[in-house]
Protein backbone atom coordinates (compact mmCIF):
# COMPACT_ATOMS: atom_id res chain seq x y z
CA UNK A 1 0.00 0.00 0.00
CA UNK A 2 1.82 3.47 -1.36
CA UNK A 3 1.60 6.35 1.47
CA UNK A 4 0.34 8.68 -0.34
CA UNK A 5 -3.43 6.66 -0.91
CA UNK A 6 -3.03 6.59 2.70
CA UNK A 7 -5.38 9.35 4.99
CA UNK A 8 -3.33 10.45 8.09
CA UNK A 9 -4.79 11.83 11.04
CA UNK A 10 -2.99 13.10 14.17
CA UNK A 11 -4.76 13.57 17.50
CA UNK A 12 -2.62 16.53 18.67
CA UNK A 13 -1.02 19.50 16.24
CA UNK A 14 1.65 20.31 18.60
CA UNK A 15 5.43 20.45 17.75
CA UNK A 16 6.06 16.61 16.67
CA UNK A 17 2.97 16.74 14.92
CA UNK A 18 3.68 20.12 13.02
CA UNK A 19 7.45 18.62 11.89
CA UNK A 20 5.83 15.32 10.68
CA UNK A 21 3.08 17.04 8.75
CA UNK A 22 5.56 19.42 7.07
CA UNK A 23 7.71 16.32 6.53
CA UNK A 24 4.60 14.44 5.05
CA UNK A 25 3.29 17.37 2.49
CA UNK A 26 6.93 18.01 1.82
CA UNK A 27 7.57 14.54 0.34
CA UNK A 28 4.23 15.27 -1.82
CA UNK A 29 1.54 13.99 0.43
CA UNK A 30 -1.19 15.79 -0.92
CA UNK A 31 -3.18 17.93 1.96
CA UNK A 32 -6.38 16.54 1.37
CA UNK A 33 -4.92 13.17 2.91
CA UNK A 34 -4.02 14.43 6.11
CA UNK A 35 -6.12 15.67 9.19
CA UNK A 36 -5.55 16.81 12.89
CA UNK A 37 -7.57 16.98 15.99
CA UNK A 38 -6.84 19.56 17.61
CA UNK A 39 -8.09 20.82 21.58
CA UNK A 40 -6.51 24.34 21.59
CA UNK A 41 -7.69 26.50 19.01
CA UNK A 42 -4.53 28.57 18.78
CA UNK A 43 -2.78 25.71 17.85
CA UNK A 44 -5.34 24.34 15.64
CA UNK A 45 -5.13 27.21 13.77
CA UNK A 46 -1.75 27.82 13.43
CA UNK A 47 -2.05 24.22 11.57
CA UNK A 48 -4.50 25.10 9.32
CA UNK A 49 -2.63 28.60 8.35
CA UNK A 50 1.02 26.96 8.02
CA UNK A 51 -0.13 23.88 5.90
CA UNK A 52 -3.78 24.14 5.12
CA UNK A 53 -5.07 21.04 6.56
CA UNK A 54 -8.15 20.15 7.72
CA UNK A 55 -7.97 20.52 11.50
CA UNK A 56 -10.50 20.07 14.06
CA UNK A 57 -11.37 20.31 17.81
CA UNK A 58 -13.79 16.79 16.90
CA UNK A 59 -10.95 14.24 16.99
CA UNK A 60 -13.97 11.98 16.45
CA UNK A 61 -13.99 13.58 12.79
CA UNK A 62 -10.61 13.27 12.57
CA UNK A 63 -10.52 9.04 13.21
CA UNK A 64 -13.10 8.73 10.60
CA UNK A 65 -11.32 9.96 8.15
CA UNK A 66 -7.97 8.74 8.84
CA UNK A 67 -6.62 5.24 7.42
CA UNK A 68 -3.16 5.85 9.91
CA UNK A 69 -3.55 8.05 13.27
CA UNK A 70 -0.63 9.29 14.68
CA UNK A 71 -1.07 9.90 18.44
CA UNK A 72 0.90 12.92 18.57
CA UNK A 73 -0.42 14.28 22.44
CA UNK A 74 1.70 13.91 26.01
CA UNK A 75 1.83 10.66 27.11
CA UNK A 76 -0.47 11.43 29.85
CA UNK A 77 -3.39 12.87 27.64
CA UNK A 78 -3.70 9.63 25.40
CA UNK A 79 -6.40 8.13 27.22
CA UNK A 80 -8.68 11.54 26.97
CA UNK A 81 -7.97 12.13 23.56
CA UNK A 82 -8.89 8.57 22.45
CA UNK A 83 -11.86 8.71 24.80
CA UNK A 84 -12.83 11.43 22.47
CA UNK A 85 -11.86 9.43 19.17
CA UNK A 86 -15.06 8.22 18.85
CA UNK A 87 -15.58 4.23 17.02
CA UNK A 88 -11.65 3.33 16.56
CA UNK A 89 -12.61 1.08 13.63
CA UNK A 90 -9.69 -1.09 11.71
CA UNK A 91 -7.25 1.69 11.47
CA UNK A 92 -3.00 1.64 12.43
CA UNK A 93 -2.01 3.47 15.13
CA UNK A 94 1.13 4.94 15.14
CA UNK A 95 2.29 6.43 18.69
CA UNK A 96 5.35 8.52 18.94
CA UNK A 97 4.43 9.09 23.31
CA UNK A 98 7.30 8.53 24.78
CA UNK A 99 7.39 5.18 27.17
CA UNK A 100 3.77 4.09 26.74
CA UNK A 101 4.76 0.26 25.24
CA UNK A 102 2.09 -1.18 22.54
CA UNK A 103 0.47 -3.21 24.80
CA UNK A 104 -0.90 -0.38 26.68
CA UNK A 105 -1.75 1.31 23.56
CA UNK A 106 -3.39 -2.10 22.71
CA UNK A 107 -4.80 -1.66 26.01
CA UNK A 108 -6.54 1.18 24.55
CA UNK A 109 -7.28 0.91 21.53
CA UNK A 110 -8.65 -2.65 21.46
CA UNK A 111 -6.66 -5.75 21.94
CA UNK A 112 -7.03 -6.83 18.15
CA UNK A 113 -5.51 -2.94 17.07
CA UNK A 114 -2.92 -2.85 14.64
CA UNK A 115 -0.68 -0.74 16.64
CA UNK A 116 3.49 0.88 15.36
CA UNK A 117 5.27 2.86 18.06
CA UNK A 118 7.57 4.95 17.10
CA UNK A 119 10.08 7.59 18.67
CA UNK A 120 11.40 10.54 16.64
CA UNK A 121 13.02 13.68 17.42
CA UNK A 122 12.68 17.43 17.36
CA UNK A 123 14.77 17.74 14.50
CA UNK A 124 12.06 16.21 12.22
CA UNK A 125 10.67 19.95 11.95
CA UNK A 126 14.04 20.13 9.91
CA UNK A 127 13.94 16.67 8.40
CA UNK A 128 16.65 15.54 10.01
CA UNK A 129 15.15 13.29 12.59
CA UNK A 130 16.47 9.66 14.06
CA UNK A 131 13.44 7.60 14.48
CA UNK A 132 13.26 4.29 15.88
CA UNK A 133 10.23 1.91 15.06
CA UNK A 134 8.68 -1.37 16.33
CA UNK A 135 5.53 -3.05 15.53
CA UNK A 136 2.94 -4.09 18.35
CA UNK A 137 2.00 -7.59 18.02
CA UNK A 138 -1.01 -7.07 15.57
CA UNK A 139 1.19 -5.16 13.35
CA UNK A 140 2.03 -6.72 9.81
CA UNK A 141 5.49 -5.53 7.99
CA UNK A 142 3.50 -3.76 5.59
CA UNK A 143 1.90 -1.49 8.15
CA UNK A 144 5.51 -1.30 9.61
CA UNK A 145 6.78 0.11 6.33
CA UNK A 146 4.10 2.20 6.50
CA UNK A 147 5.27 3.98 9.39
CA UNK A 148 9.17 3.76 8.51
CA UNK A 149 7.77 5.43 5.11
CA UNK A 150 6.00 7.93 7.17
CA UNK A 151 9.22 8.63 9.31
CA UNK A 152 11.42 8.59 6.41
CA UNK A 153 9.75 12.28 5.12
CA UNK A 154 11.46 13.64 8.21
CA UNK A 155 14.98 12.08 8.33
CA UNK A 156 16.29 8.65 8.74
CA UNK A 157 13.94 6.07 10.06
CA UNK A 158 14.89 1.98 11.68
CA UNK A 159 13.35 -0.53 12.65
CA UNK A 160 14.36 -1.77 17.12
CA UNK A 161 13.36 -4.50 19.47
CA UNK A 162 10.79 -2.65 21.73
CA UNK A 163 12.38 -3.82 24.38
CA UNK A 164 15.27 -1.05 22.97
CA UNK A 165 12.93 2.18 22.28
CA UNK A 166 13.36 3.32 25.64
CA UNK A 167 17.23 3.64 25.10
CA UNK A 168 16.46 5.04 21.34
CA UNK A 169 13.79 8.36 23.75
CA UNK A 170 16.90 8.32 26.06
CA UNK A 171 19.57 8.92 22.92
CA UNK A 172 18.25 9.87 19.52
CA UNK A 173 14.66 11.45 20.86
CA UNK A 174 15.89 13.41 23.91
CA UNK A 175 19.58 14.11 22.38
CA UNK A 176 18.43 17.40 20.57
CA UNK A 177 18.12 19.12 23.72
CA UNK A 178 21.57 17.65 25.20
CA UNK A 179 23.15 18.90 21.87
CA UNK A 180 21.64 22.55 21.58
CA UNK A 181 23.10 23.85 25.17
CA UNK A 182 26.55 22.49 23.34
CA UNK A 183 26.12 24.81 20.77
CA UNK A 184 25.32 27.88 23.16
CA UNK A 185 28.18 27.17 25.41
CA UNK A 186 30.54 26.32 22.24
CA UNK A 187 29.67 29.89 20.58
CA UNK A 188 29.56 31.81 24.30
CA UNK A 189 33.21 30.58 24.12
CA UNK A 190 33.41 32.41 20.70
CA UNK A 191 32.18 35.28 21.97
CA UNK A 192 34.20 35.64 25.00
CA UNK A 193 37.17 35.43 22.49
CA UNK A 194 35.70 38.36 20.44
CA UNK A 195 33.53 37.12 17.92
CA UNK A 196 29.98 38.61 17.41
CA UNK A 197 27.18 36.40 18.62
CA UNK A 198 25.76 35.55 15.13
CA UNK A 199 29.41 34.23 14.00
CA UNK A 200 29.88 32.26 16.89
CA UNK A 201 26.65 30.53 16.56
CA UNK A 202 27.10 29.61 13.40
CA UNK A 203 30.60 28.60 13.33
CA UNK A 204 29.18 26.40 16.23
CA UNK A 205 26.30 24.71 14.74
CA UNK A 206 27.98 24.18 11.64
CA UNK A 207 30.82 22.38 13.58
CA UNK A 208 28.47 19.76 15.18
CA UNK A 209 26.85 19.36 11.44
CA UNK A 210 30.17 18.60 10.51
CA UNK A 211 31.44 16.38 12.93
CA UNK A 212 27.91 14.56 12.79
CA UNK A 213 28.27 13.93 8.98
CA UNK A 214 32.22 13.22 9.15
CA UNK A 215 30.82 9.75 11.30
CA UNK A 216 28.20 9.11 8.96
CA UNK A 217 29.93 9.49 5.73
CA UNK A 218 33.23 8.10 6.58
CA UNK A 219 32.54 5.02 8.65
CA UNK A 220 35.40 5.65 11.18
CA UNK A 221 35.67 5.44 15.07
CA UNK A 222 34.63 8.76 16.69
CA UNK A 223 38.02 8.41 18.43
CA UNK A 224 39.53 8.06 15.04
CA UNK A 225 38.34 11.40 13.81
CA UNK A 226 38.93 13.18 17.08
CA UNK A 227 42.92 12.25 16.37
CA UNK A 228 43.01 13.57 13.41
CA UNK A 229 42.26 17.27 14.75
CA UNK A 230 44.87 17.07 17.95
CA UNK A 231 48.48 17.94 16.72
CA UNK A 232 50.96 16.88 18.90
CA UNK A 233 51.22 19.90 21.19
CA UNK A 234 48.65 21.54 19.53
CA UNK A 235 45.41 23.96 20.65
CA UNK A 236 42.91 20.66 20.14
CA UNK A 237 44.25 18.63 22.84
CA UNK A 238 44.28 21.23 25.27
CA UNK A 239 40.82 21.56 24.65
CA UNK A 240 40.18 17.56 24.67
CA UNK A 241 41.93 17.77 28.21
CA UNK A 242 39.89 20.30 29.57
CA UNK A 243 36.38 18.04 28.66
CA UNK A 244 37.91 15.13 30.07
CA UNK A 245 38.67 17.31 33.67
CA UNK A 246 34.72 17.88 33.36
CA UNK A 247 34.19 14.33 32.92
CA UNK A 248 31.78 14.81 29.17
CA UNK A 249 31.64 11.58 28.60
CA UNK A 250 30.25 10.72 31.52
CA UNK A 251 27.78 13.10 31.72
CA UNK A 252 26.27 12.42 27.97
CA UNK A 253 26.42 8.42 29.00
CA UNK A 254 24.81 9.38 32.25
CA UNK A 255 22.01 11.75 30.19
CA UNK A 256 21.18 9.09 28.16
CA UNK A 257 20.77 6.55 30.42
CA UNK A 258 18.37 8.85 32.69
CA UNK A 259 16.42 9.59 29.91
CA UNK A 260 15.94 6.03 29.01
CA UNK A 261 15.65 4.74 32.42
CA UNK A 262 12.82 8.01 32.89
CA UNK A 263 10.99 6.34 29.75
CA UNK A 264 10.71 2.98 31.59
CA UNK A 265 9.20 4.45 34.27
CA UNK A 266 6.67 6.27 31.97
CA UNK A 267 6.11 3.59 30.57
CA UNK A 268 5.33 1.82 33.74
CA UNK A 269 2.64 4.08 35.11
CA UNK A 270 0.27 3.40 32.25
N1 LIG B 1 8.98 17.30 21.68
C1 LIG B 1 9.83 16.34 21.31
O1 LIG B 1 11.03 16.61 21.07
C2 LIG B 1 9.36 14.95 21.16
C3 LIG B 1 8.13 14.54 21.61
N2 LIG B 1 7.73 13.24 21.45
C4 LIG B 1 6.40 12.83 21.89
O2 LIG B 1 5.49 13.47 21.02
C5 LIG B 1 4.25 13.71 21.70
C6 LIG B 1 3.85 15.16 21.45
O3 LIG B 1 4.85 16.00 21.97
P1 LIG B 1 4.96 17.53 21.50
O4 LIG B 1 4.59 17.66 20.09
O5 LIG B 1 6.29 17.98 21.98
O6 LIG B 1 3.83 18.18 22.43
P2 LIG B 1 2.93 19.45 22.18
O7 LIG B 1 2.46 19.89 23.51
O8 LIG B 1 3.65 20.45 21.31
O9 LIG B 1 1.71 18.86 21.32
C7 LIG B 1 0.67 18.11 21.87
C8 LIG B 1 -0.62 18.71 21.36
O10 LIG B 1 -1.69 17.87 21.72
C9 LIG B 1 -2.82 18.69 22.00
N3 LIG B 1 -3.78 17.90 22.79
C10 LIG B 1 -3.71 17.54 24.11
N4 LIG B 1 -4.77 16.81 24.45
C11 LIG B 1 -5.53 16.67 23.32
C12 LIG B 1 -6.77 16.03 23.05
N5 LIG B 1 -7.44 15.37 23.98
N6 LIG B 1 -7.25 16.12 21.79
C13 LIG B 1 -6.60 16.80 20.82
N7 LIG B 1 -5.43 17.44 21.04
C14 LIG B 1 -4.91 17.39 22.27
C15 LIG B 1 -2.23 19.88 22.74
O11 LIG B 1 -3.11 20.98 22.73
C16 LIG B 1 -0.93 20.08 21.96
O12 LIG B 1 -1.10 21.02 20.90
C17 LIG B 1 4.50 13.38 23.18
O13 LIG B 1 3.84 12.16 23.47
C18 LIG B 1 6.00 13.23 23.30
O14 LIG B 1 6.36 12.23 24.22
C19 LIG B 1 8.50 12.30 20.81
C20 LIG B 1 9.73 12.67 20.33
C21 LIG B 1 10.28 13.99 20.50
O1 LIG C 1 10.97 14.93 26.86
C1 LIG C 1 10.15 14.14 26.41
O2 LIG C 1 9.47 13.42 27.19
C2 LIG C 1 9.94 13.99 24.92
C3 LIG C 1 10.20 12.60 24.45
C4 LIG C 1 11.51 12.64 23.75
C5 LIG C 1 11.78 14.06 23.59
N1 LIG C 1 10.90 14.78 24.21
Not at 25 to 33: D, F, R, T, V
Not at 95 to 122: D, H
Not at 161 to 172: F, R
Not at 222 to 237: F, N, Q, Y
Amino acid sequence: MKLNEQKIGFLGAGKMASAIIRGLLKSGIPKENIFAGEKYEPSAEIARKDFGIFVTADNADVVNRADILIIAVKPKDIAAALSTAGSLGKKLFISIAAGVTTASLEEMVGKEARVVRVMPNICATVLESATGICPGKNATKEDVDLAKAVFSTVGVAMEVPEDLLDAVTGLSGSGPAYIFPIIEAMADGGVYEGLDRKTAMILAAQTVIGAARMVIETGDHPAELKDMVCSPAGTTIVGIQTLEEYKIRAAFMNAVINGAEKSKEIGKKK
